[in-house]
Nanobody, 122 residues
Framework: VQLQASGGGLVQPGGSLRLSCEASGLASDTYAVGWFRQAPGKEREGVSCMNKLGSTYLAGSVKGRFTISRDNAKNTVYLQMNNLKPEDTAVYSC?????????????????WGQGTQVTVSS
């Protein structure tokens, strides 16, 4: 599995950012591409993911603000993050997880991409 992540940066509260993760070499269409995040002093948590079959996961803390989508032709998954809050500040890492629970259980992650910093601050 190869992962190429992009996006992230600094944004003011209420702003938006988009993360991208291109994933190739997945062993199964049931494997999900998504993101975990880790804020300073906190445990890493699953944020969102999506597989080629269209199944999605969104953590409760981001529902209504984040949207995940994918372009299968480009093998790329996108995380659109709107109405960002300071508590969204973290390093976001692209991941590939196998079912079940690959979207939020690190033990089910089969590959990690590079992390990208998202900072929400005025």
């Amino acid at each position: 599995v190869q992962l190429q992540a992009s996006g992230g940066g600094l944004v003011q509260p209420g702003g938006s950012l988009r993360l991208s993760c291109e994933a190739s070499g997945l062993a199964s269409d049931t494997y999900a591409v998504g993101w975990f995040r880790q804020a300073p002093g906190k445990e890493r948590e699953g944020v969102s993911c999506m597989n080629k079959l269209g199944s999605t996961y969104l953590a409760g803390s981001v529902k209504g603000r984040f949207t995940i989508s994918r372009d299968n032709a480009k093998n790329t998954v996108y995380l659109q993050m709107n109405n960002l809050k300071p508590e969204d500040t973290a390093v976001y890492s692209c991941s590939v997880g196998q079912p079940p629970a690959g979207c939020y259980d690190e033990r089910r992650v089969v590959s990690w991409g590079q992390g990208t910093q998202v900072t929400v601050s005025s």
